[in-house]
């Protein structure tokens, strides 16, 4: 450790494999600078690659598992990635979740995009610690010094540029720097800093999509979603600004920004829909869920910001969330309960989550993701006995169900003849700004009170509980709910 590179007449070929897999092979943040500024400045061997390596779960595994499961991750993608790169390779730790490794001699991109992409493959197999099953999502930033850099700086800078667009991704990706590259992250900067502006300013607006039922076509209630106006009257698109909020941490303070001004606007909404029980759906972050601080600040918005009658909260988790299984995650939950907010898990079947832990925390709902329904039609495909699969297992674990993404009449039916009831998608309403989403209540013509007429009828039964109105709105929606 710490030796200068073998001469170039003692180096393998580019090629070959790196054989050592051990943290030993790790080269100090100081010594690897050092060598990259020889190599920099040396004009007979001034050309080389450098890979910048984010391990993007480093800091969720930290703030939910602890520091030690963090180290642990990172020690393994240390691991892998001295596997990946040949011998002639240097590598180091430039940052908590950051490695780094420069290749010299190696400029060409398809022999490096293959480095990259065998260690993307690689990381592609989650890491198990203890009974954690922890991702290794990575994010590589590649730079091709042919002789034209001046000094460290720059090259380290542009690296960092290249893995902050490969970051934007939610899977593994490998990015290299170029003009068209500078441009981008140029614009991607400015983003970030119109993003911030405007978070700051509480320019954010929510837009209300209905969950319908699958019959009827009538809306039970709304998921509630971010937006980002622009003053020209445009919109940014949340695949713009989302990856932004991650990279940044600020989707908590985002998730709290949409759900104060959601609760104040349920208000014109209930006006449409008197005696009904309706469901107002929110998502939360990762980031706010690891956060104590923006947990409790959303307890408190419920608390302080009270559900006009017949309605109740809904709060949906990322698949994910469900990994955490510390006291205060699941005290968080347990509170959520207290405060008769219900619990859904949101695209479910695309992450991973433990039956055990559905089962023993209070949990209410889940929604199957929108990749399974558009499959649907694909007679080749096995999305109708996953869906049959995930209907029959929420229905063993006492938990309604909710279908995304349901855009055909076709969708519509076979849902409907598999027994599922509830739905949300284009075919039933896109989410819509609060004025468009009042009309389209209204559109429905929901005013007459007729189930809590029918509920008042049940109550009179002799064998019928002695609820309370709300309490019996609520039951219904839960039938209807599944």
């Not at 930033?141 to 939610?170: P, T």
């Not at 990994?323 to 219900?342: C, G, H, Y």
């Not at 007459?448 to 002799?462: F, Q, V, Y």
């Amino acid at each position: 450790m710490g030796q200068p590179p073998p001469s170039r007449a003692d180096r393998p070929g580019p090629a070959e494999p790196h054989q050592r897999g051990s943290l030993d092979s790790l080269l100090s943040r100081s010594r690897f600078t050092q060598q990259l500024a020889e190599l920099v400045g040396a004009e007979a061997e001034g050309h080389f690659a450098v890979m910048r390596c984010r391990f993007k779960e480093y800091e969720r595994v930290s703030a939910t598992l602890g520091g030690k499961a963090a180290e642990a991750l990172i020690d393994e993608g240390a691991r892998r990635l001295l596997n990946t790169i040949p011998r002639s390779a240097s590598a180091a730790r430039l940052s908590d979740s950051d490695l780094i490794t420069v290749i010299p001699e190696l400029i060409e991109a398809p022999r490096i995009s293959s480095i990259a992409q065998r260690l993307i493959d690689l990381c592609a197999v989650p890491y198990r610690i203890d009974d954690q099953r922890l991702p290794l999502n990575v994010a590589i930033g590649i730079v091709i010094s042919r002789g034209n850099y001046a000094d460290l700086e720059a090259i380290l800078s542009d690296a960092s540029m290249a893995q902050r667009i490969a970051s934007r991704h939610n899977q593994s990706q490998y990015r290299f720097i170029d003009l068209e590259t500078r441009n981008q992250a140029r614009r991607s900067y400015e983003l970030e800093a119109d993003f911030r502006e405007a978070l700051q300013q509480g320019l954010f607006l929510p837009f209300f999509q209905p969950i319908a039922e699958l019959r009827s076509g009538e809306p039970v209630g709304f998921e509630v979603l971010a937006r980002w106006p622009r003053p020209d009257g445009s919109f940014v698109t949340p695949d713009r600004f989302l990856p932004i909020a991650r990279e940044t941490a600020l989707t908590g303070e985002l998730d709290l920004q949409i759900i104060e001004k959601a609760l104040l606007a349920v208000g014109d909404l209930a006006r449409e829909v008197p005696w009904r029980s309706m469901l107002l759906s929110v998502n939360v972050s990762a980031n706010l869920l690891e956060d104590s601080g923006l947990r409790e600040r959303l307890l408190e918005l419920i608390v302080e910001s009270p559900l006009p009658p017949g309605w109740w909260l809904q709060v949906e988790l990322i698949e994910e969330a469900l990994q955490d299984t510390s006291s205060a995650f699941d005290t968080f939950l347990a509170r959520l309960s207290e405060l008769k907010v219900t619990i859904a898990i949101d695209d479910f079947g695309t992450g991973y989550s433990s039956l055990a832990r559905l089962h023993s925390l209070p949990i209410d709902s889940f929604k199957i993701d929108k990749s399974f329904v558009d499959k649907i039609d694909d007679t080749e495909a096995s999305s109708k006995k996953l869906l049959l699969t995930m209907g029959a297992l929420a229905s063993d674990l006492s938990l309604s169900s909710t279908v995304e993404g349901v855009e055909t009449e076709a969708q519509r039916q076979w849902l409907l003849q598999s027994g599922f009831r509830t739905s949300q998608g284009y075919l039933f309403g896109r989410p819509l700004p609060l004025d468009e989403a009042v009309v389209e209540l209204r559109r429905h013509n929901l005013r007459p009170p007729a189930i809590a007429a029918e509920l008042d009828d049940e109550a009179k039964k002799d064998d019928a509980p002695r609820l309370g109105l709300r309490q019996r709105l609520r039951r219904r929606l839960r039938w209807l709910l599944g």
